[in-house]
């Protein structure tokens, strides 16, 4: 078994995680949407409609995807901000009524995905 873990033989673990990381993303926050319209929802803003478990349950793929981007050796800054973007969304998303048409909207996990993209592209 090679042990080389030069940054060229991680560039293929990178690119399969990032690829997850925009899969899972999408299924979230823009897999579905309104027809007529431009609003895309997703399974957040679904699960989100669950009163008291639903928006709880929507952090664990958000720590998923700050959990792949420490992998990667991405700036704590920059997963500071991931667990920004995660807390927003789980605060007001708690809120009734208003959460729910804020999920709409705020889409964390594609916000996410593009700072973990990001973050990966600059040498992280």
């Known amino acids: 078994m090679p042990t080389d873990t030069s940054l060229t033989a991680r560039l293929p673990d990178r690119a ?3 690829a997850r990381v925009d899969r899972v993303a999408r299924l ?16 957040d803003s679904i699960i989100g409609l669950i009163p008291g478990i639903g928006d709880t ?6 720590l998923w995807i700050m959990s792949v981007a420490w992998k990667h050796g991405v ?7 991931m667990a920004w ?6 605060v007001i998303g708690s809120i009734p009524l208003v959460g729910d048409l804020f999920d709409l ?6 916000k996410n995905a593009a ?3 990001e973050a990966l ?4």
């Open 28 to 43: 979230l926050d823009t897999r579905y949407g309104i027809p007529g319209t431009r609003l895309r929802f997703g399974l």
């Open 115 to 117: 700072l973990l993209r």
């Open 16 to 18: 399969e995680d990032l």
């Open 85 to 90: 973007n995660a807390g927003v969304d789980y």
């Open 57 to 62: 349950a929507m952090l664990l793929p958000s």
């Open 75 to 81: 700036p704590k800054r920059t997963i500071g901000r």
């Open 121 to 124: 592209a600059n040498g992280a």
């Open 105 to 110: 909207v705020f889409k964390s996990h594609r």
